[in-house]
């Protein structure tokens, strides 16, 4: 990435943040009411909105419903409005775009790794989730939405999930530099960028994808950097999932 760019001699980022700063991080529960659980996520101006159904008994033909555990469906697309890198030619009807059905695949191993779903057998669980503006991250913040949603429908998970980016900024005097969260404009600087998802307790990553190779010594700091993004976010969402146990909790008494 472009150093000169991306970071400026006092150290601070176009958008005003430090390197290790995250953009402000907004959410709320339980935003569609049709839903079994839903989330509205957004992560500096990126924003997402997921929808969890289920579980539910398996929809088409039987036979494809695994005896031990649940069918997970993940569905991800983007509004026509999304802009950013969300920009392109509308799929057709009942379609969708290749970004969203790549970021469908990967979102779909990341919850099929955190969902109990030996504890639904012969069951389906869909996951939808849509990208409402683009401002980079957007991976990470439908996966972060999707746990959100998850929690919210009352589907047992091995830990909350959430999902963070990083790149590195070589300024043309001093180290490279790795930054945390990246906006768009930082991920159409063109260089190597990072995204990794986490299972609170698992201790491991459920994803990790590099967007081009990347020297094991200049790796480390962004991966760290990413691994950073997501324990913060994780603060946030905890707090936010805190305080919807504790608004129900009332409205029970």
């Known amino acids: 990435m472009a150093g000169l760019e991306l970071v400026s001699d006092a150290g601070f980022r ?14 709320r529960l339980g935003v569609l009411a049709r839903a079994d659980g839903s989330a509205y996520l957004e992560q500096g101006n990126t924003k997402v909105l997921a929808a969890v159904y289920g579980p539910h008994e398996v929809r088409g033909s039987r036979a494809k419903a695994p005896p031990d555990r649940a069918l997970l469906s993940v569905r991800c697309s983007s509004a026509p409005f999304a802009g950013g ?14 970004r969203s059905g790549e970021r469908a695949l990967l979102l779909r191993g990341v919850l099929e790794g955190a969902v109990l779903s030996q504890l639904y057998p012969r069951s389906q669980i869909d996951v939808h989730v849509q990208v409402l503006q683009a401002d980079g991250g ?10 959100l949603a998850l929690l919210d429908a009352g589907v047992a998970l091995r830990g909350a ?30 260089g190597p960028r ?21 020297h094991q010594e200049r790796l480390r700091p962004v991966l760290d950097a990413a691994q950073a993004a997501c324990q913060g976010l994780h603060a946030v969402l905890d707090s936010v999932v805190r305080a919807r146990l504790r608004q129900d909790t009332a409205m029970e008494h």
């Open 85 to 98: 890198g969300e920009r392109r030619r509308r799929p057709a009807q009942g379609g969708t775009d290749r």
């Open 161 to 190: 999930v959430v999902a963070g980016s990083a790149g590195l900024a070589e300024p043309p005097a001093g180290p490279p530099v790795a930054l945390s969260d990246l906006s768009a404009a930082e991920e159409a600087a063109g």
């Open 14 to 27: 176009a958008d005003g943040r430090r390197p290790d700063e995250l953009r402000k991080v907004r959410a």
């Open 194 to 214: 990072l995204a990794v998802a986490t299972v609170a307790g698992s201790g491991q990553l459920a994803l990790c994808q590099l967007s081009a190779r990347l």
């Open 138 to 147: 957007e991976l990470g913040a439908s996966v972060s939405a999707a746990g």
